[in-house]
């Protein structure tokens, strides 16, 4: 097993699919398996099996699946910690994946969407709405959530056991004992090494190993917050030229990130680059960086501003020069691969593994064509549930 104190090798997303394949799936709920076992279909989609209907297997086997559904419908109630324009790709690529398992196996889907109103931390309500769709008979809820890891425990164990299968996406898990996760999946991505460590080291490559940053973080007590920093300081002590000149709460939204910077840039505004740990907080430090007439970075010199989500209006902001890059964190990626997992764990009864992570890229100029495309074709998507 890999040291999980140090950042895995990288992998394309063609890689990780091919060695998903590898992954089979036996009957039974909650045993840990190898990596990915519910990418196999994406696997198939990716290497170019299955009779037209993006998942693989053939007709024959497609077939034998939809004896096995038999018109069932899932019902599934979807609660992510706010609506936001990442979540809402998520949802349009969900949406898109379900719709490939209707026409191909006769599954039917539907899906209740709801978000506590406020901010990450408005946890009780989202609490509350889990109990109401365990009490209304639920198939599946699928959750992100800014609660406490310990009191969700509990509340994951009771909808489990009332016939509620749940799982996570989106979660910073790494930082917890993976046995105490009493949900069935949870499908996200490393924050430590696949987003936090990412940043830093990019910043550290296009400065060159010196300057001063300054980080826009989450709210204190944030689970994403405290993971992301995890990669980032060992990114950071890599490069002992890099300091930190600053640190401020931008509380993940974009008009927090604008004040909080504004803030910072007051007491030193000479900086060399801008950690926002969310898109939206490093959008708000561009806009802070231009209303002080602080130049941003051309690719030669300015103050390099990096982000951590893959917002469509992210890629926009990189190609007009207000954004040096992103880490794509995966909105599309993650939505697939928890339609995959609820219907291979759900309908199928096969095994999943207990932690599922996507691929994560960072993307600037010289990608952001091939990042952004991606992300339109899930929005593309026309089916509704």
Not at 26 to 44: I, R
Not at 145 to 161: E, H, P
Not at 311 to 323: T, Y
Not at 352 to 362: G, L
Request: charged share 20%; glycine share 14%; net charge neutral.
């Amino acid at each position: 097993m890999n040291d999980p104190s140090l950042p895995p090798a990288a992998g394309s997303r063609r890689s990780f699919l091919r060695r998903a394949a590898l992954v089979g799936g036996a009957v039974g709920s909650g045993a840990l398996l190898s990596a990915c076992s519910s990418k196999q279909v994406s696997a198939a989609s990716a290497e170019g099996g299955g009779g037209g209907t993006g998942l693989g297997g053939g007709g024959v086997y497609q077939e034998a699946v939809r004896k096995i559904v038999n018109g069932r419908t899932v019902q599934i109630g979807w609660t992510p910690p706010v609506l936001s324009e990442w979540y809402s790709q998520m949802e349009a690529a969900a949406f898109r994946r379900m719709g490939e398992y209707e026409d191909a196996y006769g599954v039917r889907w539907k899906w209740e969407r709801a978000s506590p109103t406020g901010n990450f931390n408005a946890v009780e309500q989202q609490v509350q709405t889990v109990q109401s769709w365990v009490q209304r008979k639920f198939d599946v809820v699928l959750i992100c959530t800014g609660a406490n890891f310990a009191t969700m425990q509990g509340v994951y164990s009771k909808a489990l056991a009332a016939g509620t299968k749940i799982y996570q996406f989106n979660q910073p898990v790494e930082i917890y004992p993976v046995e105490q996760l009493q949900a069935i999946s949870s499908i996200g991505y490393d924050n430590r090494w696949q987003s936090g460590y990412l940043c830093g080291k990019y910043i550290a490559e296009k400065l060159g190993g010196q300057g001063k940053i300054l980080e826009i973080t989450g709210p204190p007590g944030s689970d994403w917050s405290a993971a992301r920093q995890i990669g980032f300081e060992k990114a950071l002590g890599e490069h002992p030229g890099l300091t930190v000149a600053g640190t401020a709460n931008g509380g993940y939204l974009r008009q927090q990130g604008l004040s909080a910077t504004q803030d910072l840039l007051t007491r030193d505004p000479d900086i060399q680059a801008i950690w926002g740990e969310n898109e939206d907080m490093a959008l708000g430090a561009s806009q802070a960086l231009d209303a002080r007439g602080i130049k941003q970075w051309d690719g030669k010199a300015g103050v390099v501003v990096v982000g951590a989500d893959g917002l469509v209006s992210g890629m926009q902001s990189i190609r007009n020069g207000k954004l040096t890059a992103s880490l794509d964190v995966g909105s599309v990626d993650q939505a697939i691969t928890f339609i995959d997992t609820v219907f291979h764990n759900a309908v199928l009864g096969e095994t999943v593994a207990k932690i599922i992570n996507v691929p994560t890229r960072v993307v600037d100029k010289g990608n952001v064509d091939y990042a952004e495309a991606y992300l339109q074709w899930a929005l593309g998507n026309t089916r509704k549930y």
